[in-house]
């Protein structure tokens, strides 16, 4: 027995008419009536008694109405809740984050979210810049410090590990080791984060200590990425602060070697969202399982 049939039949019960019962489900009067015979056909006794004024229920009809019409309802609740929560779990996740941090935090999560989630599109957004997350449409963002918006809600992904590079080639030239003081050196700068220099010290957590004490007009280089600052170091061009996972591919090849192990620091990075909004369903998603996963590499 055909549920939809059952339902069309229930709404004709209801609205003592086929014409109204029709209207309300979206279909035509001759579809309901033709609906409710083969009901009668299949069952072998009369529903409805039908009049030109008027459609009512005998009494096989109406006991098959009062058998039914609840569980029907149950049925159409359920169906509509499964489509608003797939309503609410299809679509899309936006988040930005550095090209770096792309790379080493969220790749690896994203790729498990959308296993997990096949209606989900990711949308990805590798900047530098400050997103202001509502108004350019984004769910979340990986950052590293803590954001002073009070807008904003700030869960910890972990830390990374900051240290300062060289090529051996440029130490070399420069006759110095890498327990040398660092002071007088070519320092290559990703600008962005002013990493290296004192907005940098504000991201660290209480008792990190050693930071070199560079600004961005102490630098021969200033880059707008820890990958451009990478490639100059290996190029002989000077010294820079990376994250350990962006040089630790350069470091096993021999490309470059890390200065002063005593000053390496651990940077906090967090997943950003806004205050003040129920998140959908699929951007909750998104937040428990980059939460579960801290991918933050050391």
């Known amino acids: 027995m055909n549920l939809e049939h059952l339902r069309l039949f229930c709404a004709v019960v209801e609205n003592r008419?086929?014409?109204?019962?029709?209207?309300?489900?979206?279909?035509?009067?001759?579809?309901?009536?033709?609906?409710?015979?083969?009901?009668?056909d299949e069952l072998g006794v009369r529903l409805l008694g039908r009049t030109t004024r008027s459609v009512t229920p005998t009494r096989e009809g109406l006991s098959l109405y009062e058998r039914t019409v609840g569980h029907l309802k149950a049925?159409?609740?359920?169906?509509?809740?499964?489509?608003?929560?797939?309503?609410?779990?299809?679509?899309e996740v936006a988040v930005t984050t550095t090209s770096e941090l792309a790379e080493?935090?969220?790749?690896?999560?994203?790729?498990?979210?959308?296993?997990a989630h096949p209606h989900?599109?990711?949308?990805?957004?590798?900047?530098?810049?400050?997103?202001?997350?509502?108004?350019?449409?984004?769910?979340?963002?990986?950052?590293?410090?803590?954001?002073?918006?009070?807008?904003?809600?700030?869960?910890?992904?972990?830390?990374?590990?900051l240290g300062v590079?060289?090529?051996?080639?440029?130490?070399?030239?420069?006759?110095?080791?890498?327990?040398?003081?660092?002071?007088?050196?070519?320092w290559i700068v990703a600008r962005p984060g002013h990493v290296g220099g004192a907005k940098l010290k504000a991201l660290?957590?209480?008792?990190?200590?050693?930071?070199?004490?560079?600004?961005?007009?102490?630098?021969?280089?200033e880059a707008d990425s820890f990958a451009f600052a990478r490639a100059v170091a290996c190029a002989n061009g000077g010294v820079a602060t990376l994250p350990a996972f962006v040089a630790a591919e350069d470091v096993r090849a021999g490309r470059l070697v890390r200065l002063a192990a005593q000053r390496a620091i651990?940077?906090?990075?967090?997943?950003?969202?806004?205050?003040?909004?129920?998140?959908?369903?699929?951007?909750?998603?998104?937040?428990?399982?980059?939460?579960?996963?801290r991918e933050v590499k050391p």
């Open 17 to 40: 008419s086929f014409s109204s019962a029709a209207r309300s489900l979206g279909v035509t009067r001759s579809h309901a009536s033709q609906v409710v015979s083969g009901l009668e």
């Open 75 to 91: 049925l159409v609740d359920a169906r509509a809740d499964i489509e608003r929560e797939r309503s609410d779990v299809a679509g």
């Open 120 to 161: 989900v599109r990711l949308r990805v957004l590798q900047t530098w810049r400050v997103v202001d997350l509502v108004t350019e449409g984004f769910d979340f963002a990986i950052r590293i410090g803590k954001p002073s918006d009070v807008g904003l809600v700030a869960r910890p992904l972990g830390h990374f590990e």
């Open 266 to 293: 651990r940077v906090p990075t967090f997943l950003v969202y806004a205050s003040g909004q129920k998140l959908a369903g699929r951007a909750a998603a998104f937040r428990d399982l980059a939460l579960l996963s």
């Open 204 to 221: 660290l957590e209480p008792g990190d200590r050693g930071v070199p004490n560079v600004s961005a007009r102490d630098a021969r280089i």
């Open 104 to 115: 080493a935090v969220l790749a690896p999560i994203a790729a498990r979210f959308v296993t």
């Open 165 to 186: 590079y060289a090529s051996p080639g440029y130490l070399e030239r420069r006759g110095v080791s890498v327990d040398d003081e660092l002071a007088g050196l070519d």
